[in-house]
């Protein structure tokens, strides 16, 4: 079965830092793109970041630009999330998401096509 | 960043009702745009990528069409477990962006 198991989460004050774990399994980690997007409780979806199936790149939101990094252990099948300088806006549930491609004649499309359960983030003093 | 506006926001309806919701980009986006529900309390499902490719599992009554800027995502006789909120998304760029979500009610 293709899974997604997020971690890591919990109660933290402003100002302080959290790493998620994210552990892959059912399906060939290494080959996939994956992304990060979280959702505070009661509101919409947001994108904060991917990670390319060999780590040579990543992409952030600005909202968390030069606070978060996404990392990726492909020997372990893990993902990661490592977030500093936490503000109570980053209070949210925080999703893994795998990442999927397809190709037309003369385009590719990308869509997120599994998504973890979530890990709950609390940004309070 | 690209906005991705979804209307209606809410939406009352009943089982068996054929429902259409749109998803408008504030750019071209080609056909690189997702369909996901998410049911309280659980994880986005992704029902349609690419505008209109229906993903695996996911039942016949859902549909999508549309490209350039304006999607629609069409349930064609609702069922008691479609009552849900639906996410459009864009593909075409990074940041990606969402809608802001259509609540479907009974």
């Known amino acids: 079965e293709v899974q997604l198991v997020e971690s890591g989460g919990g109660l933290v004050q402003p100002g302080g830092s959290l790493r998620l774990s994210c552990a892959a399994s059912?399906?060939?980690?290494?080959?996939?793109?994956m992304h990060w997007v979280r959702q505070v409780p009661g509101k919409g979806l947001v994108w904060v970041s991917r990670?390319?199936?060999?780590?040579?790149?990543?992409n952030y939101a600005d909202s968390v630009k030069g606070r978060f990094t996404i990392s990726r252990d492909n020997a372990n099948n893990t993902l990661y999330l490592q977030m500093n300088s936490l503000r109570a806006e980053d209070t949210a549930v925080y999703y893994c998401?795998?990442?999927?491609?397809?190709?037309?004649?003369?385009?590719?499309?990308?869509?997120?096509?599994?998504w973890g359960k979530g890990t709950t983030v609390t940004v309070s003093s | 960043d690209i906005q991705m506006t979804q209307s209606p926001s809410s939406l009352s309806a009943s089982v068996g009702d054929r429902v259409t919701i749109t998803c408008r980009a504030s750019q071209i986006i080609d056909i690189s745009l997702n369909w996901y529900q998410q049911k309280p309390g659980k994880a986005p499902k992704l029902l349609i990528y690419a505008a209109s490719s229906l993903q695996s599992g996911v039942p016949s009554r859902f549909s999508g069409s549309g490209s350039g800027t304006d999607f629609s995502l069409t349930i064609a006789s609702l069922q008691p477990e479609d009552f849900a909120t639906y996410y459009c998304?864009?593909?075409?760029?990074?940041?990606?962006?969402f809608g802001q979500g259509t609540k479907l009610e009974i």
């Open positions: 998401v795998r990442g999927n491609y397809g190709s037309g004649t003369y385009y590719y499309y990308y869509y997120m096509d599994v």
């Open positions: 998304q864009q593909s075409f760029n990074i940041p990606r962006t």
């Open positions: 990670i390319n199936n060999d780590e040579s790149r990543t």
């Open positions: 059912g399906f060939t980690f290494s080959r996939y793109w």
